[in-house]
């Protein structure tokens, strides 16, 4: 599954159309909070689980998207209005946020 076309849809939307015909529209608010970084979901680092960050969900420009990046053939990079920028979307998690 490759992502043909990203685009704004609306002032807090992104219509994603891949190349099986499917067409997705995702809000920016569900794309935030779906993200899927270490610092946003936690991880496990030599069997030691590291939870989230605590989230503020009222910060100024959480849900505003400056920029997007792609990362090779396979995801984006997203930069947001609050300066969070380390998660990378690879085009399943896109599809599965969508769904």
Do not use: F
């Not at 685009?7 to 219509?15: C, P, Q, T, V, Y």
């Not at 608010?29 to 030599?46: D, F, M, W």
């Amino acid at each position: 599954m490759q992502l043909r076309k990203l685009e704004r849809s609306g002032s807090d939307h992104m219509k994603l159309l891949w190349d099986d015909g499917n067409e997705t529209v995702i809000s920016l608010t569900a794309i935030r909070n779906g993200c899927p970084c270490a610092e946003c979901k936690g991880e496990t680092v030599l069997l030691h689980h590291v939870g989230p960050r605590r989230v503020d969900e009222d910060a100024p420009g959480r849900y505003e998207l400056k920029q997007a990046e792609p990362i090779g053939n396979y995801a984006i990079r997203l930069i947001w209005g609050d300066g969070h920028s380390v998660g990378i979307y690879t085009w399943d998690v896109l599809r599965q946020l969508g769904e």
